[in-house]
Nanobody, 123 residues
Framework: QVHLAESGGGLVQAGDSLRLSCAASGRTSGSGGMGWFRQTPGKAREFVAA???????TLVADSVKGRFTMFRQNAKTVHLQMNSLKPEDTAVYYC?????????????????WGQGTQVTVSS
């Protein structure tokens, strides 16, 4: 069992930076890792980034590559550093956990989800 809690969302202007955090409790080692997804009303959940439990492997979506970075502070906490934010980055951002070591962009492989945190980027 893994419990996830996101924090750090808010309202920013285009070009600003924002850091999201996700604190995990429960099983935080072994196979798999943690990921970030985002969703806007009426659209499917979109993969953003993922990192292994030990922090040794990361994956970032092409849509945010070069602007977003996911990194692990410790065994329980990960961050999503978002730079040069654009209005199209506006969404609810979710932290998730998986025990699978591949296909991290597939949200169906994630067993646990946080409540989500709203990020709004104004133009």
């Amino acid at each position: 069992q893994v419990h996830l809690a996101e924090s750090g969302g808010g309202l920013v202007q285009a070009g600003d930076s924002l850091r999201l955090s996700c604190a995990a409790s429960g099983r935080t080692s072994g196979s798999g890792g943690m990921g970030w997804f985002r969703q806007t009303p009426g659209k499917a959940r979109e993969f953003v980034a993922a990192i292994s439990w030990d922090g040794g492997s990361t994956l970032v979506a092409d849509s945010v590559k070069g602007r977003f970075t996911m990194f692990r502070q410790n065994a329980k906490t990960v961050h999503l550093q978002m730079n040069s934010l654009k209005p199209e980055d506006t969404a609810v951002y979710y932290c998730a956990a998986t025990s699978v070591d591949s296909n991290w962009s597939n949200d169906r492989l994630y067993d646990y989800w946080g409540q989500g945190t709203q990020v709004t980027v104004s133009s």
